[in-house]
């Protein structure tokens, strides 16, 4: 039984990662029953196919049960906390059905919503199996780093709720070793801690469209950042460094994707001839897109080192272009990109523009660090790796 708040057809983030592990165990002849969100992600609002109410069908083998819940259009901290617990207390009935109807010989459940996870851990217990929870991003640090949770007594319970929440679990993975490492620091035992990747799955160019010719952008230098736009990706460093660059016309800015701070972001953006804005762009043509640019831009905010690793590197590796990231030299993130690209200091937007424009003068260190980042792409990032790992470790809890 897998129970997650984000599963497809979300484009971006968890929910892609979450259906494809799913469906790859469906194909290699485990029964799966997941219970999972209304896909709403990353634009805050409800999908076009869904109405609001529970749906059970079968998607790619796998029996998915969709609950609703509350979607804030505007997601602030208060709005999200309900946000979640409106998903934790719709998926208890369907859980519980699932449970009876599938008798499960594991449970599988991913944070975020780690607030969901008391419910997997019901059911789990229950059913007298293992429970697997698998960390895709410590939200609670990272609403701390970002403001959206205060500290003081608030946040000090929703970290004291994380501790009992990661106790429960038998084994808790995540996605890299920086991260596997904060679990331990958050005292759950070495030997339950398990590292479990995302891959890349947008690793090809289709052909099928010419965003260049489209969007205007022949002969120019192209920095992109594609994906959510919300507090955490600190986007707002990418403005401040197309201000700074704006006596270079051959370096062109594009930001696309969606999100709750996307309006802000184009206010400030106003009257920048350097920087576009545009769509978040269908999954067909991801790889399309990612392989137009010539550089990619994985900005972080100051505090968010080692809470999450974007699930986009792994694509935007696997594209053959460097990667120029805000984080420490020292965090998860730098040690990901392993000369695949260059790491500026969190909100040092004159540092970025002065990387941009020291790579797009010199083509030959862009094409040895593209060269890399397929390399890495290749090593680190492989589906099939990932879930055999997923199937070494659930024969191992249930030997």
Not at 136 to 147: K, N, R, S
Not at 232 to 250: C, S
Not at 362 to 373: L, N, P, T, Y
């Amino acid at each position: 039984m897998f129970i997650g708040l984000n599963y497809a057809p979300e484009p971006i983030g968890i929910g892609p990662y979450s259906t494809g592990l799913m469906s790859a165990l469906a194909r290699r002849g485990h029964q799966v029953h997941a219970v999972v969100g209304q896909p709403y992600y990353p634009d805050w609002k409800m999908h076009s196919l869904f109405r609001g109410r529970w749906r059970t069908a079968t998607e790619e083998g796998v029996k998915v049960t969709r609950c609703p819940h509350y979607i804030p259009s505007t997601p602030t901290g208060r709005r999200r906390l309900v946000h979640h617990l409106s998903f934790a207390s719709s998926c208890y009935p369907a859980a519980r059905l699932a449970r009876r109807e599938l008798r499960p010989d594991l449970v599988f459940t991913v944070a975020p919503s780690l607030i969901a996870a008391p419910v997997a851990a019901r059911m789990a217990k229950r059913s007298k199996v293992p429970l697997w929870l698998h960390i895709q991003d410590f939200e609670v640090g990272a609403a701390l780093a970002t403001g959206l949770l205060e500290s003081g007594a608030v946040g000090d319970a929703a970290l004291q709720f994380e501790r009992r929440v990661l106790s429960a679990a038998d084994v808790v993975s995540t996605i890299s070793k920086p991260m596997q490492q904060l679990l331990i620091d958050k005292g759950v035992p070495p030997e339950r801690v398990r590292e479990l990747r995302n891959w890349a799955n947008h690793d090809r160019a289709q052909g099928r469209r010419d965003f260049r010719a489209e969007w205007q952008l022949d002969g120019r230098f192209v920095a992109l950042y594609s994906g959510n736009i919300a507090n955490k990706q600190g986007l707002d460093i990418m403005i401040e460094a197309a201000k700074f660059l704006t006596r270079r016309p051959d370096i062109h800015f594009v930001i696309c994707g969606e999100g709750p701070n996307r309006t802000r972001l184009q206010e400030l953006a106003t009257g920048l001839d350097n920087l576009t804005f545009h769509e978040l762009q269908p999954s067909e043509d991801v790889g399309d897109l990612l392989h137009f640019a010539d550089l990619h831009l994985l900005p972080q905010v100051t505090g968010a080192k080692d809470l999450m690793l974007p699930s986009k590197l792994g694509n935007m590796l696997a594209s053959g272009r460097p990667t120029i990231a805000t984080t420490s030299l020292h965090s998860g993130l730098a040690e990901e990109l392993d000369g695949a690209g260059a790491i500026v200091p969190p909100g040092d937007a004159q540092a970025l523009a002065w990387a941009i424009e020291r790579l797009a003068g010199d083509r030959e260190a862009c094409a040895a660090m593209g060269q890399r980042a397929r390399e890495v792409a290749r090593l680190r990032w492989s589906k099939e790796t990932v879930v055999d790992a997923f199937e070494n470790t659930m024969e191992e809890l249930l030997a």
